[in-house]
């Protein structure tokens, strides 16, 4: 039940988040608004860039598989978190050579601390698997810095008055989220290991470059089909990008937020390595099964949702090249999140940047692919980076194998056929078909309620040592 009290929690931040932008949009000057975007763009990459490093680490390593290790852990974190706000605030002096006023250097410094130290203390909840903690704290901080923002704003409907109470949002939050996470038994004290250290250093430094040539990729896709389609005639396909990655990530990540602590648990400790493969299994077929299940929702509703929401200048080329988009979406989600699992796990670090590195060039060869051998057609550039990054997760599911695993296939079938059924729908409605749209939503809808179903029966099914 905590985990799926977790699992709410991810959404209603996103929910939260997609409601404040559009009301601080609509208080604020466009002046002021354009300051506040980029000031909360340069914060959150601030933030990335000082802490993610720590944070990957602790994905892995905390809290290790007994008390101990775990009291040595969380010294090294303590201490690198530490390290990390003075390398922001660091960053904050500098910005004034660049002309950043005095009281916005410290606020932003403030803030990327804020951010990125809360973001790191819930990663440890989730690890310690302390799930009640972590769906608390998750959608408070996501409640008070909105209501922190929105009093900024009201009290002076201007950026720095609105920044200032995101500041103030912050503020509030940690003093909720230190006793909240208090414990009262006493925890055992470690000193400092600077080789602990240099191991954090090392792994997260490296998954955090993954993570960078992962977010690079779609940014080098974009440049591609501006350069191919003029600012105009690419706006359709960016637009695809902008809003049909985002469910993926939403949902594979929230799964994977609140399922891998018990993975890495299960292979640190031997006892429980037993249970290994078999949760490893679960575990893919979870992610599988719901990125199936979301490309089949979004197929499915994809054109009326066209029809409604997509202003009719961009609608023939967003449809024309939408369909390769949801799948590009599919399959690169799973091959950042699920498929380098067992690379994270033995800490195969090479192996974590080759296939980053890997799905960032064959997602673009194939766009470049397609545009030599098609010209400049949105459509073909879309189906040539999808096939790209097909051939980059055939590259992924051989590393993948690395570590055995028992896959649990109906779940996984259940959800492929509601995508065909979703797919030949879509493929068969012209301009007015209805009917045809209907008969895909409640086609699709009903084989993803049988995929459901069968999740539910495998994660209930009792394991080899039970009774």
Aim: proline share 4%; glycine share 8%.
């Amino acid at each position: 039940m905590a985990k799926i009290i977790a699992l709410g929690a991810y959404f209603y931040q996103a929910v939260i988040a997609f409601g404040l932008l559009i009301v601080v949009a609509h208080w604020l000057a466009p002046a002021d608004y354009a300051s506040y975007s980029l000031f909360i763009s340069i914060c959150q990459f601030a933030a990335i860039a000082a802490f993610e490093w720590v944070r990957f680490a602790c994905t892995r390593f905390y809290p290790g598989p007994d008390a101990a290790s775990e009291a040595a852990e969380r010294r090294a974190i303590l201490v690198e978190a530490f390290a990390c706000a003075a390398l922001c605030l660091i960053a904050a002096c500098l910005s004034l050579f660049f002309g950043v006023p005095p009281v916005v250097a410290l606020v932003g410094g403030l803030v990327s601390i804020a951010q990125g130290g809360s973001d790191l203390h819930l990663t440890m909840l989730r690890f310690r698997q302390d799930f009640r903690a972590f769906s608390v704290l998750q959608g408070s901080r996501a409640t008070i810095l909105a209501a922190g923002t929105l009093l900024g704003a009201l009290v002076s409907p201007g950026f720095l008055s609105t920044v200032t109470g995101l500041l103030g949002g912050y503020a509030a939050y940690g003093l909720l989220a230190l006793l909240l996470s208090r414990r009262a038994k006493a925890r055992p004290a470690a000193a400092l290991d600077s080789a602990r250290v240099r191991k954090h250093l090392v792994y997260g430094s490296v998954s955090a470059g993954a993570a960078t040539a992962a977010m690079f990729a779609p940014l080098a896709l974009k440049a591609i089909f501006t350069a191919a389609l003029g600012t105009t005639g690419a706006a359709g396909a960016l637009l695809a990008l902008d809003l049909l990655q985002r469910p993926f990530v939403l949902i594979v990540s929230a799964l994977q937020a609140i399922q891998y602590p018990e993975i890495v648990a299960a292979h640190d400790r031997a006892e429980d390595r037993v249970n290994l493969p078999r949760q490893l299994g679960h575990y893919y077929a979870l992610l599988t099964s719901f990125a199936l299940m979301m490309a089949a929702g979004i197929f499915s509703v994809l054109l009326p949702a066209a029809w409604l929401v997509i202003s009719p200048d961009l609608q023939q080329s967003f449809l024309a090249t939408a369909p390769a988009i949801i799948v590009l979406s599919l399959v690169r989600t799973l091959t950042q999140i699920m498929l380098p699992t067992p690379l994270h796990l033995k800490q195969r670090l090479a192996l974590i940047l080759l296939l980053a590195v890997i799905d960032c060039a064959f997602l673009n060869l194939g766009a470049l692919t397609a545009l030599l051998t098609a010209g400049p057609d949105g459509a073909a550039l879309a189906w040539g980076s999808a096939v790209g990054a097909l051939l980059a997760a055939l590259v992924g599911l051989r590393l993948m194998s690395s570590l055995a695993f028992e896959f649990s296939w109906p779940p996984v079938l259940f959800a492929a056929a509601g995508l065909g059924a979703a797919v030949l729908a879509f493929s068969l409605s012209g301009e007015t078909s209805f009917a045809t749209i209907g008969a895909g939503i409640i086609g699709g809808g009903l084989l993803c309620l049988l995929s459901l179903n069968q999740l539910r029966l495998m994660l209930r099914a009792p394991g080899p040592g039970s009774a």
